[in-house]
């Protein structure tokens, strides 16, 4: 098992989970809303790290527990206003309302040096108020080599 002793992912997505609800205002609340997040994980990753198995395990590592706290925490907080977020939201809508707005995240990784993308991981929001239909994830991720996390069995 890889361990960095400097990083923790939980801790960094205790502290950034909000980051999305700075923009929220532009989420669609009668269609599905996907946000694509690039990243460059070859800043990141130290170079013993490189190989494709350990490098997507680590990926994992540190996006799934972001997105869990976002799908998974964020529905909780029924109190908050998503104003106090994003300057632009309508005044009565909550941070609980504005994450079921969310129906994925998808990180696309833009470190390969060719024309492709490499390793596009999907996450699935299993309490989005518009849901991606089995069909949606597989025409835009399953089928293009997306890794697919839909945190079946973490949602309680």
């Known amino acids: 098992m890889v361990k960095n002793s400097n990083w ?14 700075q923009h ?3 989420f669609c609340k009668h269609l599905p809303y996907i946000i694509i997040c ?7 990753i130290p170079s013993r790290y490189k190989e494709k198995c350990i490098r997507q395990w ?3 590592q540190r996006l799934r ?16 206003r998503l104003s106090t977020k994003d300057g632009k939201a309508i005044e009565d809508v909550t941070i609980a309302e504005a994450s079921m707005s969310l129906s994925a995240i998808l990180f696309l990784d833009i470190s390969c040096q060719s024309d492709t993308f490499g390793e596009p991981w999907a996450f699935i929001n299993p309490n989005a108020h518009n849901p991606l239909t089995t069909h949606d994830i597989n025409m835009l991720f399953k089928f293009n080599n997306s890794i697919i996390d839909d945190f079946q069995h973490d949602n309680y």
């Open 58 to 60: 680590i990926t994992q």
């Open 8 to 21: 923790d992912a939980y801790l960094w997505a205790e502290n950034n989970y909000y980051y999305f609800m």
């Open 24 to 26: 929220a205002s532009q």
């Open 65 to 80: 527990p972001l997105c869990r706290r976002i799908f998974i925490d964020l529905p909780h907080k029924t109190m908050e």
């Open 38 to 44: 690039p990243f460059d994980k070859s800043t990141d």
